[in-house]
């Protein structure tokens, strides 16, 4: 079972940029797929982006362009660069880590991002 802690979230004006960092313990990282995903206030959770040991990314296509995820295998860290931030981005931002060759995935207790002026 690998242990997720995020850290990163606050407070953030509208156009402004976060670094949303994610330290998984507990397993082999270069086995994990590593993501994030994200829930607004009375919407569902949803996929925000996900990224291989390798480095292969998918992103949702509502970013436009603006997230970028990336890993650190060594650290055992993997992180979300959020730019350009609007309101609607505001949510609770959850790190997930799901086995290679596994359907569910393993969850982080979230950190929070307010978007907000």
């Known amino acids: 079972q690998v242990q997720l802690v995020e850290s990163g979230g606050g407070l953030v004006q509208p156009g402004g940029s976060l670094r949303l960092s994610c330290v998984a313990s507990?397993?082999?990282?270069?086995?994990?797929?590593m993501g994030w995903h994200r829930q607004a206030p009375g919407k569902e959770r949803e996929l925000v982006a996900t990224?291989?040991?390798?480095?292969?990314?998918n992103y949702a296509d509502s970013l436009n362009g603006r997230f970028t995820i990336s890993r650190d295998n060594a650290k055992n860290t993997v992180y979300l660069q959020m730019n350009s931030l609007k309101p609607e981005d505001t949510a609770v931002y959850y790190c997930?880590?799901?086995?290679?060759?596994?359907?569910?995935?393993?969850w982080g207790q979230g950190t929070q991002v307010t978007v907000s002026s």
């Open positions: 997930t880590a799901r086995l290679i060759g596994t359907a569910s995935p393993s």
């Open positions: 990224i291989t040991a390798t480095g292969n990314t």
């Open positions: 507990g397993n082999v990282f270069s086995l994990y797929v």
